[in-house]
């Protein structure tokens, strides 16, 4: 006689997940924790969190001064354009000889690592500008970045389809890897 009717008591309560435990984001602290809100960093260890003031004080001072540093060059080159300019007025000016304007000073790199507790200098290249000394502190701040925007995607159907995505595209690279170790363990001689 038709479907089953489903009583409360017998539905599927949606579960509350337990919080998984972290790793604190501060590098060289390395302590697990149970957050207590889902943008937590760090763990609660007072000492912890006076080194992660410390440093977000010292970053803010590097950029300051690096901001300080790149108005007084910005300075700088304008005088020499306008100086320039002045000894130019009489002669035909070409237009790829006259300086570029300010662009110089536009380019400000951070002068610490990106990740909070890191004093070291990011890898710089003028054409590709780092924000972190190493692969590792990369690493740990994206990790943490991509936990923070999948729970702010929770829930909505964009944030659904996404995680699907993402964790077929994990899927299949979990299952090459392992194949081709597979074929290396396959092709490596016999001890
Ligand atoms: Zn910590
Ligand atoms: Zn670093």
Not at 30 to 55: A, D, F, I, M, T
Not at 67 to 86: D, L, P
Not at 87 to 94: G, I, L, P, W
Not at 136 to 153: G, M
């Amino acid at each position: 006689m038709g479907t089953p009717h489903v009583k409360g008591k017998h539905r599927r309560k949606a579960r509350r997940r337990r919080a998984r435990s972290r790793i604190c984001l501060r590098k060289g602290c390395g302590r697990k924790y149970l957050p207590r809100c889902w943008n937590q960093r760090y763990c609660l260890e007072p000492e912890c969190q006076r080194q992660v003031r410390r440093w977000q004080a010292a970053r803010r001072q590097a950029t300051h001064r690096q901001n300080r540093f790149a108005k007084a060059r910005h300075a700088q080159a304008q005088r020499a354009y306008r100086q320039q300019t002045k000894f130019a007025s009489q002669v035909v000016r070409h237009p790829e000889v006259t300086p570029a304007r300010g662009h110089a000073a536009k380019v400000s790199l951070p002068l610490l690592c990106d990740r909070p507790g890191c004093y070291e200098p990011p890898v710089t290249s003028i054409r590709n500008p780092a924000r972190y000394c190493c692969h590792a502190c990369r690493r740990a701040v994206h990790n943490v970045q991509d936990r923070e925007r999948k729970w702010r995607s929770r829930g909505t159907l964009d944030g659904r389809t996404k995680r699907a995505y993402e964790y077929q595209a994990a899927c299949q690279q979990r299952l090459r890897r392992r194949s081709t170790s597979a074929s290396l363990s396959l092709r490596a001689p016999p001890e």
